[in-house]
């Protein structure tokens, strides 16, 4: 049985970041001037062990957890990934175990994630335009090594693909049809994701955002769209099928369409901290009281007390926070996961 939040929110979905560091350096997350060789990421003793995650995982699940999502920073950068997945995916409650990935590393990954149990794969490419690709990675990877990768992948059994595309104006957004032509048909699904101010790094501004509604009525227009129901497994985007063809497109509308109402994520971060929501400003350190010996039932009073008290809704409120003369530092999205 699920605990629920102040918002009568169940608690389903846990997004662990397994790294704060990435081979990447996306503007809209990581921006490489403020991510420079001389930052200081966490120290790998700071990284909860794969024996501390099997641990908090097991009291997450007894409080209603049944989907995890591995993410990062990059997560394939962890050393040994797969031996952590065997391991959750062996847990008893845990129905959906997912991962996101740049995919620059998947070619070599693919097959030990397959053979290790990993339900499900997410890759980020935010176009099939190179020079736009290094645009928007921090001149790091190229589009070749992400279709390898996809294509390594799809070897491997994972038969179908989430594609997310973080969209931005006068960036990649004339670029976008490119990317239904080239999934058209296959199993795969293209997620196109509004551009969101998660963090404090990447300058962002509403007018950079390209609502959902204006990618629809884009790709609507050569490829007519069909809308599908909202179901457990898309509750973060919205899902259209193709009338004329096979196959799905996604749409995630943080800015214009909040979908805060049934937001049933928690994140830890690399070192143990949990933050109940993408845009908080603060965590909680269980990482801290595990390594001090808390017990298994104290952590979950930790756990239980968090969530209960959880009001978090930051998109259906945005434009108010942002106006506010005075706000704390977001936790950045590359120490928590998307
Ligand atoms: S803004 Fe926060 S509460 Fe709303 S959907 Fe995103 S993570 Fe959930």
């Given at each position: 049985m699920s605990i629920t939040d102040a918002l009568n929110r169940p608690l389903r979905d846990l997004r662990i970041s397994l790294i704060d560091r990435c081979?990447?350096?996306?503007?809209y997350c990581?921006?490489?001037?403020?991510?420079?060789?001389?930052?200081?990421?966490?120290d790998k003793k700071e990284w909860l062990s794969f024996e501390e995650i099997v641990r908090l995982v097991r009291i997450f699940v007894s409080l209603g957890v049944t989907k995890l999502r591995l993410t990062g920073g990059e997560p394939l950068l962890r050393p040994d990934i797969d031996e952590l997945i065997r391991q959750l995916s062996a847990i008893k409650g845990v129905d959906d175990l997912a991962l996101t990935t740049n995919g620059f590393l998947l070619k070599e990954w693919a097959p030990r994630l397959k053979e290790a149990q990993l339900g499900r794969l997410?890759?980020?490419?935010?176009?099939?335009?190179?020079?736009?690709?290094?645009q928007m990675s921090g001149q790091q990877g190229s589009v070749k090594d992400v279709l390898h990768g996809i294509c390594a992948a799809e070897h491997a059994g994972f038969d179908s693909i989430k594609i997310n595309c973080v969209v931005q104006r006068g960036i990649n957004?004339?670029?976008?049809?490119?990317?239904?032509?080239?999934f058209y048909g296959t199993p795969h699904t293209v997620r196109f994701i509004e551009y969101m101010d998660v963090g404090?790094?990447?300058?962002?501004?509403?007018?950079?955002?390209?609502?959902?509604?204006?990618?629809?009525?884009l790709i609507d227009a050569q490829f007519p769209l069909q809308r599908l129901q909202i179901t457990q497994n898309r509750s973060t985007s919205e899902t259209y099928r193709f009338k004329e063809g096979k196959?799905?497109?996604g749409f995630i509308s943080s800015v214009t369409k909040a979908f805060c109402g049934t937001c049933s994520r928690l994140r830890l971060s690399a070192d143990g901290k949990m933050y109940p929501c993408l845009f908080a400003t603060?965590?909680?350190?269980?990482?801290?009281?595990l390594r001090g010996g808390a017990t298994d039932e104290f952590l979950s009073h930790l756990i239980?007390?968090?969530?209960?008290?959880?009001?978090?809704?930051?998109?259906?409120?945005?434009?108010?926070?942002?106006?506010?003369?005075?706000?704390?530092?977001?936790?950045?999205?590359f120490q928590i996961g998307g």
């Open positions: 081979n990447c350096r996306c503007p990581m921006p490489s001037e403020g991510f420079h060789q001389a930052y200081q990421f966490l997410t890759v980020s490419l935010d176009t099939l335009d190179e020079a736009i690709f290094r957004d004339h670029t976008i049809l490119d990317l239904v032509k080239y404090n790094q990447n300058h962002w501004e509403n007018a950079q955002v390209v609502a959902s509604s204006e990618v629809i009525s196959g799905e497109i603060h965590g909680m350190d269980l990482g801290a009281h239980r007390e968090l969530w209960i008290k959880r009001e978090d809704h930051y998109s259906e409120i945005r434009s108010s926070v942002r106006n506010t003369s005075k706000t704390s530092p977001k936790i950045e999205m």
